[in-house]
């Protein structure tokens, strides 16, 4: 009874982080999109309230579901699996059974249906600066849709092989490189070379069009929203911050909204804008500091002020 108790703990531990994954990517999504809109109109809004609210569910019950297995704080939950062979291999049977049903024409489909529909999401703001026709639009998103599928298939291929992202990173991008080369052939034939490069910018600035989305939202009930114009603009100084800082290669993370980021974004946005954007960057800070108090808690005993 305790096996099987401890069994489905496991499970929905692991379904649950696979759905806050899921809902946090969709409500990054949400927020980028928000950056390629003149404003926040009511179905956005209500969509990412809705995620948000989501998020925080999926975290409370995946807390809930943690405290059964008193898993130390920080440990993945999959970590059980390694200590139990057993569970270990309950959970290699269901991955099995998934992938019977990955392969099933009607669940592809289904799936297809569905990831076509979330590119409105994730690439709004990029359909809408291309101005494609229909044609072009719905070529474009079945593009977009082959080479989320090589990505999935080389992944899958890497750890058949078994190949470890932890063990070797390097070979794992490089297969799943390879695998989309052919997708993103077809993408550059079909955009040229100006729609190309759009599309590879936006692809490589997501992180900094999230933060332009937060500053779009934070504005968009204001008397100063934030223009489309502007928000671009934005997003090309975070991203040159964020490639200088990471020195001439530029394939470092993306900058924080620095001292230099506000200098260069004041000639672009009107003093509300900008002190938006400075309320971002004390957010930042103090949240940066926050994990640096918690970090240097580590290993301390209570009522120790110290190190040690």
């Known amino acids: 009874m305790k ?58 019950e995946l807390a809930a579901a943690r405290a059964p297995t008193r898993l130390p ?37 289904l799936v297809a249906l569905e990831q076509k529909a979330a590119l409105d999401f994730r690439y709004g703001a990029l359909f809408k600066q291309l101005n494609l026709s229909p044609a072009q639009l719905d070529q474009l998103k079945n593009l ?26 390097q070979a794992l991008r490089q297969a799943v490189s390879d695998a989309q080369s052919s997708a993103d052939d077809q993408i550059k034939a079909a955009l040229g070379d100006a729609g190309y490069a759009a599309y590879q910018q936006y692809e490589q600035t997501g992180t900094e069009r999230a933060l332009a989305g937060q500053l779009q939202q934070s504005l968009s009930y204001t008397a100063a929203p934030l223009t489309d114009d502007q928000s671009r603009q934005l997003v090309q100084i975070l991203a040159q911050s964020g490639a200088s800082s990471a ?52 290993g301390r005993t209570p009522g120790t002020p110290g190190g040690g």
Do not use: H
């Not at 990505?151 to 058949?160: E, F, I, P, S, V």
């Open 144 to 169: 977009l849709l082959q080479r989320e599928q090589a990505q999935g298939d080389a992944l899958q291929a890497a750890r058949d092989q078994g190949i470890n992202f932890r063990d070797d990173p």
């Open 73 to 109: 704080a920080g440990q993945p939950e999959v970590a059980i699996v390694a200590t139990n062979p057993a569970q270990g291999s309950r959970v290699a049977e269901m991955r099995a059974r998934m992938k019977v049903l990955q392969d099933d024409p009607k669940y592809q489909k």
């Open 247 to 298: 020195g001439s290669g530029g394939g470092g993370a993306p900058a924080p909204v620095t001292d230099q980021v506000i200098s260069q974004a004041a000639a672009v946005l009107s003093p509300p804008q900008l002190q938006a954007l400075q309320e971002l960057q004390a957010r930042q800070q103090a949240q940066q500091q926050i994990r640096q108090m918690l970090q240097s808690t580590q």
């Open 3 to 60: 096996s099987t108790r401890s069994y489905l703990v496991l499970f929905f531990a692991l379904t649950t982080v696979g759905a806050l994954a899921v809902v946090y990517k969709q409500y990054l999504d949400i927020i980028a999109l928000g950056a390629g809109r003149s404003g926040a109109d009511a179905a956005l809004q209500a969509k990412l309230g809705a995620a948000e609210n989501l998020i925080q569910q999926l975290r409370a």
